[in-house]
């Protein structure tokens, strides 16, 4: 029998410059969604990469005096430093400078053109450099966007235009219906009531070549290039070998993750290609907040970035993941603090966790005693309430559940107090939070997967999986000495 599969992408990062903070949020969700799925013996595939076309690469290789092509490679090389120092385990890293990519963009122009769902046109649209994205006069404040505090700029110029105002209807009852699923709800009800209120426009997918060179020529007009959204767009079914390799294995995505941002041309764009191009459309679409600094959105364009390697090699991996989850609501804005950081690190990861891990392997002394599971400990576990959180996309309220369970431990100890038992009722307490401390360890495997691996190592626990995580298959056998989990921060 075929395994289920689960197919999960991130949004292709723009590689104008380095990956930020923001960037390592979208792709730490998706690092703990397939981790999660492999555990439950599921047939995984993980879709992250790069954007690296259009006129701000093509002006930023160009004030740095080097070729588009050199620019980029050094930038992606930064994107995947990051996600080695996260351990972000991708299946594929796309870009699209990739020769199949860029063969594949032109095939699905070509079709689009020769469907006559590509016309050449005159376009006239405000348009917002940071964003690279054309905007409605109902979206800006004051003249400007409302993310990038910068005025417009007001583009009419001669170009192939694909027609999006034909799926407008389509579009609308595939969202109300969830056959086209955007979570969380606020969202799904945003791009309703714009589908209502607005009617989309055919929209600009060329530019002439004269002015945006770095980018997919048009293969039935060689004097313009494609947009970069299109090209980026497209990724997602070029990154599994569309039309051919592993495309019809895993495709439609089951998860495609993304902030809040880029929610509406992937709520009307990117479907309606699709649609065009006869294909299924993803599952589902989940939209999360941003994270700011001081009230403002965390961007490149801002100058308020965080780089994600220097916090790893401050705190470590597992710390900066647990706390990106942990701290913030999916679906809600939140403000990155390092001393909020901090907190958590000295309060949850070192005091409970940390804690939790030393008692046990000291009260056991270096040995796993043959026992029973006390099934008043187990009762306390929400293992039916944490695996559902983690299907509907709530990691924070997972972790939060499987933190009360660790809270329940450390108190379990205080209650029993093992140290003044003896005999039989000493190892059934022992083992039962030796048995309880291995299903924490594999429900936090993919939220802090290092960790796990030293719980899992220092107690000689098995691979985790899903399938295991259920009270009285520990074995009893020797506990090795180990370092402490989570040193405190002063």
Request: with cysteine.
């Given at each position: ?213 770095w980018a997919i020529e048009l ?7 494609c947009y970069v959204w299109v ?260």
């Open positions: 029998m075929a395994k289920k599969k689960f197919y999960v992408t991130t949004p292709i990062y723009y590689v104008n410059d380095v990956p930020h903070i923001g960037h390592s949020y979208t792709t730490i969700i998706a690092d703990i969604l397939a981790r999660w799925h492999k555990m439950l013996g599921e047939d995984v595939f993980f879709l992250t990469g790069t954007d690296e076309h259009g006129i701000k690469i093509q002006q930023s290789a160009e004030k740095s005096k080097k070729k588009p092509q050199e620019f980029v490679d050094n930038i992606v090389d930064s994107y995947k430093k990051a996600w080695q120092a996260l351990n972000i385990q991708y299946d594929n890293f796309i870009r699209t400078t990739d020769p199949d990519h860029i063969k594949a963009v032109q095939k699905v122009l070509q079709e689009l053109y020769d469907k006559k769902l590509i016309y050449k046109g005159k376009y006239e649209a405000c348009y917002c450099a940071g964003c690279e994205q054309y905007k409605l006069k109902s979206e800006l404040e004051d003249g400007k966007c409302p993310l990038h505090k910068k005025e417009v700029e007001i583009r009419k110029e001669e170009a192939y235009l694909f027609r999006l105002s034909k799926f407008q209807n389509e579009l609308r009852k595939l969202i109300e219906t969830d056959k086209y699923q955007i979570v969380p709800k606020e969202r799904k009800n945003e791009i309703l009531s714009f589908l209502t209120k607005e009617k989309l426009q055919d929209i600009s997918i060329s530019r002439p070549k004269e002015e945006v060179y293969p039935f007009d060689k004097k313009h290039t090209d980026a767009f497209l990724n997602y079914i070029t990154g599994i070998g569309w039309p051919d390799g592993k495309f019809k294995d895993y495709w439609p995505a089951d998860v495609q993750l993304m902030s809040k941002d880029i929610l509406r041309v992937h709520a009307t764009i990117w479907p309606a290609i699709l649609l065009a191009l006869d294909l299924e459309l993803p599952k589902k679409l989940f939209i999360h907040g941003f994270f700011t600094a001081n009230g403002l959105k965390i961007s490149k364009s801002l100058g308020n970035a965080i780089d994600p390697i220097a916090l790893v090699d401050k705190y470590n991996s597992d710390v900066v993941r647990y706390f990106i989850i942990r701290h913030i609501p999916l679906g809600q804005d939140g403000d990155f603090s390092e001393e909020a950081l901090k907190e958590r690190h000295n309060g949850e990861l070192a005091n409970k966790l940390g804690n939790l891990v030393s008692r046990i392997a000291g009260l056991c002394k270096e040995k796993i005693p043959k026992g029973t599971i006390d099934s008043d400990l187990a009762g306390k576990l929400k293992f039916t309430e944490i695996c559902s959180h983690i299907n509907h996309i709530e990691l924070d309220k997972s972790l939060a559940e499987i933190f009360s369970f660790i809270d329940a431990c450390n108190e379990y100890v205080q209650e029993k107090h093992p140290w003044n038992l003896e005999g039989k009722e000493k190892d059934d307490v022992l083992y039962s939070l030796v048995d309880s401390m291995r299903i924490i360890s594999i429900l936090l495997s993919p939220f802090i997967p290092f960790t796990s691996e030293r719980i899992n190592d220092q107690f000689n626990f098995a691979k985790p999986e899903i399938k295991n995580a259920v009270f009285g298959k520990t074995k009893s056998g020797k506990i090795k000495k180990g370092e402490i989990l989570f040193e405190k921060i002063e």
